[in-house]
């Protein structure tokens, strides 16, 4: 495939974001550069097409995951550095470490609602950056 072909970035990052949802599973075209989503509900020549195509090793498909923990981790971890209030930075810390972490977040967030939307904001730039750097290894131009 030549270097430079444009993917749908958009389309990815939806794919990206809702990828482990039920059924779903999302793959990134390598000769058209679009998203074809693939559920027991997809029309039969989209089931076929990706069945043809995996059974012959074709290599055109590219499975589109969701963020691994890892990458949540290292995210959250570098958010941390970045809020000054010592206090907030030690129960999201805490929070961190706990089994219930969106429970005990949500309640911090409703207390600091600027840092809950900088943390949106600075998570989707993280995914956004991981997503175009992945792109921009498998030949594609964002």
């Known amino acids: 495939m030549p270097k430079g ?15 482990g949802a039920g059924d779903t599973s999302h793959y990134l075209d390598m ?14 020549h989209i089931l076929d ?12 498909l ?5 963020a691994n923990e890892q990458d949540e981790a290292e995210d959250w971890r570098a958010f941390l550095e970045t809020i000054r209030d010592t206090k907030l930075r030690r ?19 409703d207390d600091f609602p600027s840092e809950y939307k900088r943390w949106m904001a ?16 498998n030949g594609f131009s964002i």
């Open 91 to 109: 129960k999201l810390q805490f929070a961190w470490t706990t089994h219930d972490v969106e429970v005990y977040q949500g309640c911090l967030w």
């Open 49 to 60: 097409l990706v069945a043809a195509r995996r059974r012959q090793g074709d290599q055109s």
């Open 5 to 19: 072909k444009k993917a749908d970035f958009k389309a990815v990052l939806r794919a990206h974001l809702q990828q």
């Open 122 to 137: 600075f998570r989707a730039q993280k995914i956004e950056n991981r997503l175009k750097n992945w792109l921009k290894e």
């Open 62 to 66: 590219l499975k589109i995951h969701r």
């Open 31 to 44: 000769q058209t550069g679009t998203v074809i989503t693939v559920s027991r509900n997809s029309p039969d």
